[in-house]
């Protein structure tokens, strides 16, 4: 009779022993689940705007969105001319330029952006950094770099001979087709002299 009862507790045994991990794996999954369910991301549209945009301000930028849902919730912002040249409603999260900007001054702005609850301040997601790019418009003619470019040839010089090499900068976004190309032409003196595109 008492061997009986070992072999039926052995039988028993890995079936508890398996319940015990089945219920402990299954606590495990239902935990995943649960914290899956409480993360919360940033999102947000690209931040861009361009330069010298002639309509009244402010204007829009672009805006920060969390997956936070709390009524409390309010957004604000941090870093680089964060609440002067750039504002954040705090219930939508639409950010907006209160200046115009100019890219050949400054081309792009970080910031950080909070979501905080207005009741305790405190902080319902971690803070995240955006960056506001400005767009460049063709606004800046070409410049010389210098005032006056000395050249010479010697008399009788073949057609074709190099006198001197003139230098233009423009100072818009060289990245954007045609808006920093730089051409020349010889306004008096053509009858004599010609001038290629790499002055």
């Known amino acids: 009779m008492s061997h009986l009862i070992l072999l039926i507790s052995l039988f028993l045994a890995p079936a508890f022993a398996d ?3 089945q219920k402990s794996t299954q606590n495990l999954c239902s935990n995943d689940v649960s914290h899956k ?4 991301d940033w999102i947000w549209n690209q931040m861009h705007i361009k330069e010298e945009i ?6 829009h930028v672009g805006k920060i969105t969390s ?4 009524s409390n919730a309010k957004y604000i912002i941090e870093g680089e001319y964060a609440n002067t040249i ?3 409603e705090e219930t939508s999260g639409d950010v907006y330029a209160f200046e115009r900007l100019d890219r050949e001054k400054k081309a792009e702005y970080e910031l950080t952006a909070l979501i ?6 405190r902080s319902l997601e971690r803070p995240s950094k955006f960056i506001i790019k400005v767009y460049d418009i063709n606004d800046n003619a070409p410049v010389f770099v210098q005032k006056v470019f000395n050249g010479s040839v010697p008399e009788m010089s073949p057609v074709g001979t190099s006198v001197t090499k003139v230098t233009a900068v423009d100072a818009d976004d060289p990245t954007v087709s045609g808006h920093a190309t730089v051409t020349y032409e010889v306004t008096t003196g053509g009858e004599y002299f010609t001038i290629d595109d790499s002055g």
Request: a positive charge; proline letters at 8%.
């Open 54 to 59: 002639d309509t009244p301000l402010p204007h």
């Open 86 to 88: 750039f504002k954040v």
């Open 37 to 40: 369910r409480q993360k919360r």
């Open 19 to 21: 319940g015990g991990s």
């Open 116 to 121: 905080i609850d207005r009741t305790n301040n």
């Open 67 to 70: 997956s936070v849902r709390n």
